[in-house]
């Protein structure tokens, strides 16, 4: 799975895609792009999830670093390896943002305004 998390508060999407990455993998990178986005409904809880997948180069790793808790260790896996693993995904959304990747799929990381708190138009 890939990291995923939520949003703090006054956070932006890019800010909250470099602290999940680190602290679920213990990798800094650099985001290169937005590849997609997409929502999907689960069909056995009924809750809904919006994915932004960011691609990004990495730049260091801090391999002593604590990983989030329920995390064992961080795996680079080709698509075939993936595919092969299907059963313990969470969720489509996975397998959908590499293939985005693979097809070429790619916006600009400006793509993505944030409006400032009280901003009416």
């Known amino acids: 799975n890939q990291p995923a998390g939520h949003l703090e508060p006054d956070e932006t999407l890019q800010a909250a895609a470099l602290r999940e990455t680190l602290e679920e993998t213990g990798w800094e990178v650099e985001l290169e792009c937005l590849v997609g986005i997409q929502q999907w409904t689960s069909s056995h809880s009924g809750s809904q999830f919006v994915r932004f997948t960011f691609a990004a180069t990495p730049l260091r790793h ?12 961080a795996l680079w896996l080709d698509r075939d390896e993936i595919v092969a693993a299907r059963e313990r995904l969470r969720s489509p959304l996975i397998l959908n943002s590499i293939d985005d990747w693979l097809a070429g799929r790619r916006l600009p990381l400006d793509s993505i305004r944030r409006l400032a708190p009280g901003t009416t138009s």
């Open 62 to 73: 801090h391999p002593g670093r604590a990983l989030d808790s329920g995390i064992l260790r």
